[in-house]
Nanobody
Framework: QVQLVESGGDLVQAGGSLRLSCAAS????????VGWYRQAPGKQREMVAT???????NYVDSVKGRFTISRDNAKNTVSLQMHSLKPDDTAVYYC???????????WGQGTQLIVSS
Protein backbone atom coordinates (compact mmCIF):
# COMPACT_ATOMS: atom_id res chain seq x y z
CA GLN A 1 0.00 0.00 0.00
CA VAL A 2 1.17 3.48 -0.89
CA GLN A 3 -0.19 6.56 0.82
CA LEU A 4 0.08 9.83 -1.04
CA VAL A 5 -0.20 13.26 0.53
CA GLU A 6 -0.25 16.38 -1.61
CA SER A 7 0.65 19.89 -0.59
CA GLY A 8 1.12 23.28 -2.19
CA GLY A 9 -2.29 24.15 -3.57
CA ASP A 10 -3.14 27.82 -3.36
CA LEU A 11 -4.85 30.81 -4.91
CA VAL A 12 -2.58 32.49 -7.44
CA GLN A 13 -2.95 35.14 -10.10
CA ALA A 14 -2.82 34.32 -13.77
CA GLY A 15 0.75 34.29 -14.99
CA GLY A 16 2.04 33.20 -11.63
CA SER A 17 3.93 30.11 -10.57
CA LEU A 18 3.37 27.42 -8.01
CA ARG A 19 4.92 24.13 -6.98
CA LEU A 20 2.90 21.14 -5.90
CA SER A 21 4.50 18.36 -3.92
CA CYS A 22 3.45 14.84 -3.08
CA ALA A 23 5.01 12.68 -0.42
CA ALA A 24 4.61 8.93 -0.57
CA SER A 25 4.77 6.67 2.42
CA UNK A 26 5.09 2.91 2.34
CA UNK A 27 6.05 0.98 -0.71
CA UNK A 28 9.22 1.17 -2.75
CA UNK A 29 8.80 4.48 -4.51
CA UNK A 30 11.05 3.73 -7.45
CA UNK A 31 8.79 0.83 -8.41
CA UNK A 32 5.97 3.20 -9.26
CA UNK A 33 5.09 5.43 -12.13
CA VAL A 34 3.91 8.61 -10.46
CA GLY A 35 2.22 11.74 -11.61
CA TRP A 36 -0.46 14.36 -11.32
CA TYR A 37 -4.05 14.43 -12.47
CA ARG A 38 -6.54 17.23 -12.13
CA GLN A 39 -10.26 17.67 -12.05
CA ALA A 40 -11.94 20.97 -12.72
CA PRO A 41 -15.54 21.63 -11.68
CA GLY A 42 -17.93 19.87 -14.00
CA LYS A 43 -15.15 18.14 -15.91
CA GLN A 44 -13.62 14.70 -15.94
CA ARG A 45 -10.35 14.01 -14.24
CA GLU A 46 -7.46 14.34 -16.68
CA MET A 47 -3.82 13.39 -16.67
CA VAL A 48 -1.55 16.39 -16.28
CA ALA A 49 1.88 14.82 -16.13
CA THR A 50 3.47 11.49 -15.33
CA UNK A 51 7.02 10.36 -14.74
CA UNK A 52 8.16 6.77 -14.98
CA UNK A 53 10.50 5.00 -12.62
CA UNK A 54 13.20 5.62 -15.21
CA UNK A 55 12.45 9.32 -15.46
CA UNK A 56 10.50 9.46 -18.71
CA UNK A 57 7.89 12.18 -18.64
CA ASN A 58 4.56 12.69 -20.31
CA TYR A 59 2.40 15.83 -20.31
CA VAL A 60 -1.02 16.81 -21.48
CA ASP A 61 -0.67 19.20 -24.40
CA SER A 62 -2.20 22.14 -22.53
CA VAL A 63 0.63 22.26 -19.98
CA LYS A 64 3.63 21.46 -22.17
CA GLY A 65 6.28 24.12 -21.80
CA ARG A 66 4.69 25.48 -18.63
CA PHE A 67 4.71 22.56 -16.17
CA THR A 68 7.60 20.33 -15.16
CA ILE A 69 7.26 17.09 -13.24
CA SER A 70 10.12 15.67 -11.23
CA ARG A 71 10.66 12.92 -8.72
CA ASP A 72 13.11 12.25 -5.93
CA ASN A 73 13.22 8.54 -5.24
CA ALA A 74 15.44 9.01 -2.20
CA LYS A 75 12.85 11.27 -0.58
CA ASN A 76 9.78 9.48 -1.99
CA THR A 77 8.44 12.69 -3.47
CA VAL A 78 7.06 13.87 -6.77
CA SER A 79 6.66 17.53 -7.60
CA LEU A 80 4.94 19.59 -10.23
CA GLN A 81 6.45 22.99 -10.98
CA MET A 82 3.92 25.18 -12.71
CA HIS A 83 4.61 28.45 -14.51
CA SER A 84 2.50 30.85 -16.54
CA LEU A 85 -0.62 29.66 -14.79
CA LYS A 86 -3.96 30.26 -16.47
CA PRO A 87 -7.49 30.31 -15.07
CA ASP A 88 -8.08 27.08 -17.01
CA ASP A 89 -5.54 25.42 -14.72
CA THR A 90 -7.96 25.84 -11.83
CA ALA A 91 -8.72 22.38 -10.50
CA VAL A 92 -8.15 19.93 -7.72
CA TYR A 93 -4.80 18.30 -8.37
CA TYR A 94 -4.33 14.68 -7.39
CA CYS A 95 -1.12 12.80 -6.88
CA UNK A 96 -1.08 9.39 -8.53
CA UNK A 97 1.03 6.28 -8.33
CA UNK A 98 0.86 3.04 -10.27
CA UNK A 99 2.92 -0.03 -9.53
CA UNK A 100 5.06 -0.94 -12.51
CA UNK A 101 4.54 -4.67 -11.88
CA UNK A 102 1.16 -4.76 -10.12
CA UNK A 103 -0.48 -1.93 -12.10
CA UNK A 104 -2.29 -1.14 -8.88
CA UNK A 105 -3.22 2.52 -8.65
CA UNK A 106 -3.13 4.86 -5.69
CA TRP A 107 -4.46 8.38 -5.30
CA GLY A 108 -3.92 11.23 -2.93
CA GLN A 109 -6.81 13.24 -1.55
CA GLY A 110 -6.12 16.24 -3.74
CA THR A 111 -4.99 19.82 -3.34
CA GLN A 112 -6.86 22.81 -4.72
CA LEU A 113 -5.35 25.25 -7.17
CA ILE A 114 -7.29 28.37 -8.06
CA VAL A 115 -5.92 30.71 -10.69
CA SER A 116 -7.58 34.11 -10.73
CA SER A 117 -7.73 36.22 -13.85
Amino acid sequence: QVQLVESGGDLVQAGGSLRLSCAASRGTFNLYTVGWYRQAPGKQREMVATISSGGSTNYVDSVKGRFTISRDNAKNTVSLQMHSLKPDDTAVYYCYARGIFSNKEYWGQGTQLIVSS
